[in-house]
């Protein structure tokens, strides 16, 4: 019969983290160091360089020759959801995880999500996460301790998400979350076996539908209030320039379907599965109108054309018998409340005039912290 030796370590489970890398020279440093330090230390690093032409593969290369943990793969230009993508069929880990290329990693976020995932057989884990900006640290998502089978997973996570800044009866979690991928850790059995990839129809939606497809799937997951992830405000990066997108109310439509599809599956309650869908919808408005700040000024011929196709599909989908929800959300929903209030009592065009006002207005606002923020450092 065989006996156990405590001098044999027992191994632990993989991790795969995948940063998507495109001109990241600047910070992608600092977030290689913050992975290669965490507590846990059974990872391999997949840097997928979506065809920088910065010196981001020297950098990855110089880590490459003293760290054996790292894999570089390179590929052509293809986007984020691409080279995210190229990760998920390049790892080999047990669980598997997302970093973007600028932002931060605490030292106990793999270990302690890992450990509570292995204790409860979860296939997802989630921690709370921060925003850091100018060398200030602020909360970003917030979770609640806690361990949910596949019924719980609905009222505390997938209904917070789905009806974020919309106040209903039927939501009270007490976890404030939007649809970003850093914060999760998954079990890579969990996502092959459900054929989960990322997707994208739009412009934006990748990360989000692969965090609703994925709660919606689970049987169980786990989360930790443990401030784990931070989130770089960088101003330079492409989550902070809107840029016009072609075409898209047919993209909408597919959106529309594609994850509608999943969620008559995953949400057992047909009534608030139609309500998601008309939140859903006034979501898409308030797009519509945001996609228009993205035209250069000059071209008054785009928009103008753009005009008249947003003004036919909002006449063909009836707007003004979708707007109900608008009296649900929550005070501090700024641009939703302003333009779709605008939908309501002045109309498809003049709400054009109001939502790059609203566009205006955020902007101004945002500079204003940033001076503010100058001046406090200032002064120290």
């Known amino acids: 019969m065989g006996v156990l030796r405590d001098d044999v370590p027992i191994k632990r489970p993989l991790l795969s983290v995948i940063i998507p890398v495109y001109n990241g020279e600047r910070y992608l440093g600092e977030t290689i160091e913050c992975i290669l330090n965490a507590s846990y230390k059974e990872i391999e690093l997949l840097l997928i360089d979506d065809g920088s032409s910065d010196d981001s593969a020297k950098l990855c290369a110089a880590y490459m020759k003293t ?6 793969i390179y590929q052509e230009n293809g986007g984020i959801v691409s080279a995210r ?17 600028d932002d931060l990693v605490e030292p106990l976020m793999y270990e302690r999500l890992i450990n509570k995932m292995a204790l409860y057989e979860a296939e997802i884990g989630l921690c709370s996460t921060g925003r850091f900006m100018k060398e200030q640290r602020s909360p970003y998502e917030h979770v609640e301790d806690g361990v949910y089978g596949k019924e719980e997973i609905k009222g505390e996570l997938l209904y917070p998400l789905l009806f974020r800044g919309y106040d209903y009866s039927f ?9 970003t991928i850093w914060k999760f ?4 059995k969990f996502l092959v ?3 989960v990839c990322f997707k994208r129809f739009i412009n934006y939606e990748d990360d989000w539908i692969f965090v609703t497809e994925t709660l919606c799937a689970a049987k169980k997951a786990v989360t930790d209030n443990y401030t784990g992830y931070y989130w770089r405000i960088n101003n330079g990066s492409k989550s ?3 840029q016009f997108v072609e075409h898209i109310i047919p993209k909408m439509r597919e959106y529309n379907a594609y994850v509608g599809n999943y969620l008559k599956n995953g949400i057992v309650d047909k009534d608030i599965l139609k309500l998601y869908i008309r939140i859903s919808l006034c979501e898409h408005f308030v797009i519509l109108y945001q996609n228009e700040t993205g035209i250069p000024k000059y071209d008054k011929e785009k928009r103008d054309k753009y005009h008249v196709e947003v003004k036919e599909y909002m006449e063909s989908v009836k707007y003004k018998t979708k707007l109900q ?7 501090g929903v700024f641009r939703r409340r302003v333009v779709l209030w605008a939908l309501q009592y002045l109309g498809i065009e003049q709400t054009f005039c109001i939502s790059r006002a609203v566009d205006w207005t955020e902007k101004t606002l945002s500079s204003v912290r940033w001076i503010v923020m100058l001046e406090r450092r200032l002064k120290r």
């Not at 993508?85 to 290329?101: H, I, M």
């Not at 939501?171 to 649809?179: A, E, H, I, P, R």
């Not at 850790?185 to 890579?188: E, F, G, M, V």
């Not at 929800?325 to 005070?331: A, D, E, P, S």
């Open 193 to 195: 076996n459900n054929g």
């Open 85 to 101: 993508n190229k990760g998920l069929l390049e790892a080999s880990g047990d669980y598997v995880c997302f970093c973007d290329q």
């Open 185 to 188: 850790i998954y079990n890579r």
């Open 325 to 331: 929800c608008r009296k649900r959300l929550k005070k």
């Open 240 to 242: 902070h320039s809107c």
């Open 67 to 72: 760290e054996q943990r790292i894999r570089y």
């Open 171 to 179: 939501v009270k979690s007490g976890n404030y979350l939007y649809g």
